[in-house]
């Protein structure tokens, strides 16, 4: 009988939570979409998104610490890398960073063909990626990123390349580190937990419940060139790993 109470309130949960970010997103992001045609370095675009991913949180139940936040410098433009539990990750961070930094994110291609979505998405600098790995690819993600750093953002990566599947942290690719190198960007190892509880890959109902997060000292990579990508992925992969496990310990 328990079980089903909480399967139904969990149910319940999920509808309200997807109508009311339904209803937000097109509200927030038509907004975001005029706003971003006349004036896309407003600073108004920052607390609308903040405003987007705290309602987000709120609605599927999600409360949150977050530890390290001193080490971000407000106005900074990062490479911040974080592991990926689920599709509470981007929302969630948003919510969080979007206190200090204005946050964009790296979005598969399919995105951008979601209407409103996708306009939403380039008025704000949001940076598609291609996922193949040619010469050509690389310069159009770096032309983006090149904008990124010029309007003063930073950027949120999930090295993973997918969700998590049993919370673990999976190998982590090199496309991060390499745009950080490429444009002089410091990398911040983020960690997290809890979000795939509240909202588990490829399972419809969102449970809530409560995300901790990790944020360490950013690394410099200034002086570092394409050689140092293999061993910088290595360390911030160390770094989020061990946080994880402290984290779920």
């Known amino acids: 009988m328990l079980r089903f109470l909480r399967t139904a309130r969990d149910a319940a949960r999920t509808v309200y939570a997807l109508a009311v970010v339904g209803v937000i997103t097109i509200i927030l992001g038509t907004f975001v979409i005029v706003l971003g045609s006349f004036s896309p370095?407003?600073?108004?675009?920052?607390?609308?998104?903040?405003l987007w991913g705290f309602v987000f949180m709120k609605v599927c139940g999600v409360d949150w610490e977050v530890e390290g936040?001193?080490?971000?410098?407000?106005?900074?433009?990062?490479?911040?890398?974080s592991n990926h539990q689920s599709n509470l990750d981007p929302p969630f961070h948003i919510a969080v960073f979007s206190d200090r930094l204005s946050v964009r994110f790296l979005a598969k291609a399919e995105l951008f063909?979601?209407?409103?979505?996708?306009?939403?998405?380039?008025?704000?600098?949001?940076?598609?990626t291609d996922r193949a790995a040619h010469a050509a690819a690389h310069r159009k993600i770096n032309?983006?990123?090149?904008?990124?750093?010029e309007r003063g953002l930073s950027l949120v990566i999930y090295p993973e390349g997918t969700r998590s599947r049993d919370g673990s942290v999976r190998p982590l690719k090199?496309?991060?580190?390499?745009i950080a190198i490429d444009n002089d960007m410091p990398v911040v190892p983020i960690a997290t937990v809890g979000l795939r509880e509240a909202w588990e890959p490829g399972k419809k109902l969102i449970h809530g419940g409560r995300a901790r997060m990790v944020i360490h000292e950013s690394i410099p990579t200034i002086s570092m060139t394409p050689a140092d990508i293999d061993a910088l992925r290595d360390r911030v992969g160390a770094i989020i790993a061990d946080a994880h496990a402290r984290l779920n310990a």
């Open 41 to 50: 370095n407003s600073p108004i675009i920052r607390p609308t998104m903040r």
């Open 69 to 81: 936040m001193e080490h971000l410098e407000k106005g900074r433009s990062y490479v911040l890398v």
């Open 113 to 128: 063909k979601i209407p409103l979505f996708a306009q939403a998405m380039r008025r704000i600098g949001i940076v598609e």
């Open 143 to 149: 032309r983006q990123v090149g904008v990124v750093v």
């Open 174 to 178: 090199k496309g991060a580190f390499r």
